[in-house]
């Protein structure tokens, strides 16, 4: 093989590889960009249910007394 067809060979074997490697790094910036769109999602609803809880703690009547023991103590 001369130097030529070996400098060829490896030129495409590098172009093969870096065209790989471009297809994997979208694959996960995709990947992350779900991600983090599920993550705001979840963020979303935790905030809601947050504020139903606060909500319903808000009012609720009096303050919260302790239960009393039950009858058999």
């Known amino acids: 093989m001369s130097d030529v067809e ?7 074997a590098l172009e093969v590889r870096v065209a790989y490697q471009d297809q994997v ?5 995709q990947t992350v960009i ?3 769109k599920k993550i705001d999602a ?5 905030a809601e249910l ?9 009012s ?3 303050p919260r007394a302790p239960e009393p023991p039950p009858p058999h103590y």
């Open 60 to 62: 609720s009547t009096g």
């Open 42 to 46: 979840l963020k979303r609803q935790l």
């Open 50 to 58: 947050l504020d139903r809880v606060q909500e319903v703690e808000d």
């Open 34 to 36: 779900d991600q983090w």
């Open 6 to 12: 070996g400098i060829n060979a490896r030129l495409e």
């Open 25 to 29: 790094i979208e694959d996960l910036n």
